[in-house]
């Protein structure tokens, strides 16, 4: 595909979407969210990659909604309609195959906030910052703030955070649990694709099965959760991957994965 808005690289087994409206400080727009998900569904049907990472460049990751777009909505169904699209941008990454990882330098904010946390991983460099700024214009975080903050930190801090609407620093978004990793300023990219790196010498299988349970089971309730794992659990021990996995490990070698 020919994208306009963002840029894509395949760096190894990682595959690298990076926004690129820097005049709109990544502000994301409808038309982003199109090539966004097409571009999440080109890394995922491709067997060579091995994980997804987002970013936003060097300065900054994203500047959030594009509020043109948001203003110019008239009526509930018009916004329902593009919230919804929303939603189907941040599936796309969160029900993705593959483990996809936000790489943030800068200010992260509102909907590339809320883009980031319907990512697995966050990796974030020394002076960025995250806020959900919805109170200071008189809306609520739509594109699943309300829900996935929560589950990662606590309704306590997401409230906190969303009442707040104030940029939350590098440092206070590690020791919550918003970020996995503080990095150096200048390395969220390079370290997240250490990451992908790692994660290419585990079963591909297992990594997807393992994500879709743990995104599924925290929907339920702890008996059918179990229920839940047991099942795909029971599925993936008929794979090539887990054969080669067990045996690599009896016989004390590397194992060699091939997503079978």
Known sequence: MDYKLIKTEKSGPAFVITLNRPDKRNAISTHVMDELMAAAAEAEDDSNMRGIIVTGGDAFFS?????????????????????RKWHRTCRAFEENNLPTIAAVEGFCMTGGFELALALDIRIAAEGSSFAL??????????????QRLPRLVG?????????DADPVDAETAYRIGLINKLVPKGKALEIAKERVEHYATRAP?????????????????????????????????????????IGAFLEKRKAKFTGE
């Open 155 to 163: 309704p306590a801090n997401a409230l906190e955070i969303m009442f």
């Open 63 to 83: 500047a959030g909604a594009d509020l043109n777009e948001a203003q110019a909505l008239t009526c509930p169904a018009d916004t329902l309609k593009y919230l």
């Open 133 to 146: 700024t919805s109170a200071r214009i008189g809306t609520v975080a739509g594109a699943g703030g309300t």
């Open 205 to 245: 299988q297992s990594l997807a099965y393992i994500k879709h349970t743990v995104h599924t089971g925290l929907q339920m309730d702890m008996t059918s959760a179990l229920d839940y794992e047991s099942f795909l659990v029971s599925t993936i021990y008929e794979t090539k991957d887990r054969r080669e996995g």
